[in-house]
Structure formats: C-alpha cells, structure tokens
C-alpha cells in the first residue's frame, strides 16, 4: 500500500544461495506497491563463455558466510544513503555454475531514473572489489581460480572512499 | 596465551590444506602484521604466500583489516586473495 | 544455442503495447542462451504518484502508431552499435495507467557491465526526447497533457548529437 | 495541386478538433514552414498553437522534421507537442 509505505524505511534484502532468481519477480518484489518509486535500475550478471582451445566448463563460487552478507548489506546502505534509495535488492549466488547462468543481480528502486542506474553501476562496480566471492574456472585440462582484475579496481575508483 | 580463530579462502584454504584452525599468540599487544609474521615462519607454502610478492588480503571479525589492526582474544582472522565475484 | 548465436546479429525488440511485460522474461527472452552475453542492464520505468491537494489518479499514454516503433528501433540500434551490445529490447506501454503500473522497460545485453549500464542509461534518456510519447495526467478536478521537462532535455544532450 | 496527409497528436489533436485531416498545397516546390503558415492563417486555436511562442515538433513522413524539410504530393505530415513518454 502507498499509505503504509511513505513513512518506511528503504527495503534492503540481500541474498547469497545457490538457488537461481528471476529478476521479474525480484522487481516487483522491491517495488511492493510503493507509489513513490518512478523506477527500478537492474543488473543481471551471466556466466560467460570463452572462445580458447580448452574453454570454461564452469565456474564455482565461494564466499565467507557472514562477511559476504554483512558488506553487501554494507554496501546496499552505502547506495542508499549516497542516492537516496527507496530500496536495494542484492542477490549473489554461490557453488557451481555454467556458462549462460545467472551469477548476480543488483536492483535499485528510486524516485527517479538517474539515481537509480547510477546507485546500480556503483553497486556492481563496489561488490567485485569489496564482496568476499572467489571464483575458480573449471575446464577440461585445468582448474584455476581467478585472478582479482585491474580493470575492477580500476572501476571501483571511480566511485572514490570506501565508507 | 590467547587464541584466534583462523580461517582460509580460495586459493589460500586449498594452498594451506586447510578452512580453519585455532592459533595460540602471546597475551600482549598484537596486529594481523604479527600473526602473518607467525605464519610465514612455518616457511614452505605458508612463506610463498604471505612473505613473497602475491598479493592477500586479512578480515578481523569480519572487517577488512590492514597489517596494523590489533587482535583480541577470540578474534576471527581471516585470510584471502583479492575478491573476485560480481 | 551458444553455437547458433555465435555468428547471429545483435537482437533487437521493440514494442508499444497495452499489456504488462515481466521484466524476468524479457532478460531470458533477451538472453536466449547467447553464452557471449556477460551481462543485461535493465531499466523498469514505474508511474510515480504525487502528493499535491488534487493526486495523480492516472496517466493516458499516447503515441504515433508507426514513427514510435521506427523510433524505437532506430534508438536501439544507435545503442547498439555506439557500444556493441548484443540485443536491446525495448517495451513502452500506451493507455491509462495507474501509479504504481509499470509503463517501460529496457533492457541491454552485453559482454561487459560496463557497456549494458551506459547504454541502459542512454536509452531511457533518449526514448524520453526523442520516441513520440505524450503523457496525459488526470486528477479529480484537472486533466492536462504534460510538458516536456527541460532536465529530459539536459539529460539527453550529455549524449551528444542524434545520429 | 498536392494532397498532403495531416496528423495531430496529443494537447494538438485536442485543441484542433481532429486526429487527421488531407491538405491541399500548390503543386510547387513547398516546405513545413508554407504549410505551418497555411494553418497559421485559419486563426484561433491554429494562430494560438503555431504562430505563438508554444513549441511543436513536425514530422514528415515519420522523420523529425524542420521548417525547411520539402513536402512532397502524398506525405504525412504530423504535427505534435514535444514528447513526454518514458
């Protein structure tokens, strides 16, 4: 209801599990009727493939329960705050996956369209450097975990200090 | 004698052979840069991971921590490579 | 099939409709399990209430059967080839809708984050300037057409000149 | 003589009274602006919408147009404030 949702807070859910998501769902969900919300931005992140002569089979995700929870619920505030949110939504998952698969989802609901896509490219940008994930790529002659990108910090900079 | 609770991930968990263990440290003033410092004198993998040029990063209870936090009694220190999720 | 959409044109979807759309659809829709893809930026436009003496009841939408779906399309082409996306889809729905109702979605399907996002942001600038929408407001003791907003006009000449 | 295909839209169509309607113009060279000018002359609402300081947009066969784009026998010419969708 519109009435029972002017006086709330900004909703922050965030999820680490295995389980797939559907982006369609989480939309509606974090938009619950809030009439003051003009738009939702969204990122959904996807296993992608490589074209190399042994390429990925899969990619396995590992976090650090409880860390990973905290500094995405962390990070969720940081967005809030910094473009005054009506809500963020963070859904990361773990184990394995393969190419084509849903990795990640960042979903920012806000008065307007341009905080809300800013708050997600901050956000996705923001929990590749600073979430506890690793992954390590599974093909068919190796098995290695990935190596943190400069391009990845480099993005992060952009958005200047850490809280 | 106090104890931390240590913990292992990625490529580090599977380098070191293990998630977790306890480790003992004297009851005086002590920071992450002193544990590291314990574990590089185990030498072997220990030594080429935190005593050489690969990068790592330490959690207290949690936090991201730098070679100077100080650790209590009880304290959860974690060890790891740069995150690499999203 | 990854091997089917290897060699295949970016994907491009545009509809004006009545109907709803799910945005979880339309990414799996968009996504079609093209494994190049790394990513989809979304934007869901919702309509906002306000809190003046006479609230917004509705909003009529109405377009230029014909030049907004060129419009469309000519936008999703633009941004495709201006960052090398691999599909767009772009719905925006016409008729009276309450706050809360969803009125547009985009959608940008890329390697990278980084493209799908700016894009994204693009897009929803653009339609707002440059598709033949009108928006009608109804209140209880008022129904007037909307004007153009000079910060939709701002915002869509950060993006440089119109192809 | 030419035949060109008008269409209003939105606050336009409200205040002209019409969706559509065929225009006759000289078969000679002739541009928006002619035919922005021919409407101008019917006064009223017309005088008021066009030849005042309210802005529109025209388009010519589905293009954004200028005052100085050609019209040619059998066009459509859509006359329309600036867009408010999204």
Chains 1, 3 share one sequence.
């Not at chain 1, 490589?50 to 505030?77: F, Q």
């Not at chain 2, 104890?3 to 380098?15: M, S």
Request: charged letters at 25%; proline letters at 5%; hydrophobic letters at 40%.
């Amino acid at each position: 209801m519109m009435e029972a949702a002017c006086g709330t807070p900004p909703r922050i859910r965030v999820a680490v599990q295995y389980e797939d998501f559907d982006p369609g769902v989480e939309e509606a969900c974090l938009h619950d009727d809030d009439h003051r919300i003009g738009g939702c931005g969204c990122f959904v992140g996807r296993v992608r493939a490589d074209n190399g002569d042994d390429p990925l089979l899969a990619l396995t995700l590992e976090h650090y329960p409880g860390m990973t929870e905290k500094a995405l619920t962390a990070l969720a505030g940081q967005a809030v705050t910094r473009w005054q949110l009506l809500g963020v939504t963070l859904i990361h998952r773990i184990g394995r996956l393969q190419p084509g698969e849903r990795i990640v989802l960042v979903l920012t609901a806000s008065a307007h369209r341009q905080a809300a896509l800013t708050a997600c490219e901050f956000l996705i940008d923001a929990l590749k450097t600073d979430a506890p994930f690793w992954k390590c790529e599974e093909r068919r002659r190796s098995k290695q975990w990935v190596d943190a990108k400069t391009s990845d910090a480099n993005a992060r900079s952009r958005w200047g200090q850490h809280d | 004698m106090s104890t931390l609770h240590l913990r292992y991930f990625a490529r580090l968990r599977e380098q070191f052979g293990r998630d977790a263990e306890p480790l003992g440290i004297p009851a005086v003033p002590y920071t992450v840069g002193d544990v590291i410092d314990l574990l590089i004198a185990r030498g072997g993998v220990w030594a080429e991971e935190l005593g050489g040029p690969r990068v790592f990063r330490v959690a207290v209870d949690q936090e991201m921590a730098t070679l100077d936090t100080a650790v209590h009694d009880g304290a959860e220190l974690a060890i790891f490579p740069p995150v690499t999720g999203g």
